[in-house]
């Protein structure tokens, strides 16, 4: 690996341990109550502390997350390939779900309660409604920037339509789709803890209302840190699928 691939991976975690090390001096030079701001040591401590609770509330809003994206994937997918392969469906469909985006999603919520209880329905939906969207519209774009001369190439080999959504459109769309997936599941981890915070009674977002409550902030952040922790290692993880996917794609910013 050269010395320029190497600073690139460490960047990442150089800038992280920079930026604790700084917080933590911070902390300790203007002795900040822990219950205003809690230092990285106080965090760790209540990681440690309340590690099994920590792990059972991050394990639900991991697998709630999940479930909720897998929906938006789905969803997202039919319904980015509905718009992308026909311009009235775009020009239709693309401003209302524009404006449906806008909606702030943590308003949902009580109207999920009212619907489907207090549990695990709420957080999905949220997760799934704020996560779709990238998705689509990435699919969209995929499909409906074809290269008419391509398009009219094909056409005159014989392709039809139908051909050149699924044997070029979909493939020229993957580079779209995996950036979309990257950005959704960030995204998806912050729909479900919003609904955790106000209609449940389990997950990090529950954890960091009670925490809050009771005045323990460390064990707030360190609820945060967790969520971040997961939203970063799924990121990453789709980060290694797509370079694996989709390496036609990038090869000439690779060639460096």
Known sequence: MSSSKRLETMAPWLLLTAVILLWQALCSAFNVSEFIFPSPVRIAQQLNEFKGEILKHAWRTLWVTLAGFGIAIVIGVLLGFLIGSSRLAYAAVYPLMTGFNALPKAAFVPILVVWLGIGIGPAILTAFLISFFPITVNIATGLATLEPELEDVLRVLGARRWDVLVKVGLPRSMPYFFGSLKVAITLAFVGATVSEMTASNEGIGYLLVSAGSSMQMGLAFAGLVVVG????????????????????????????
Do not use: C
Request: charged fraction near 20%.
């Open 229 to 256: 922790a997961m939203a970063m290692l799924m990121y990453e993880a789709f980060s290694v699928l797509e370079r694996r996917m989709t390496g036609w794609a990038h090869r000439g910013s690779q060639a460096g």
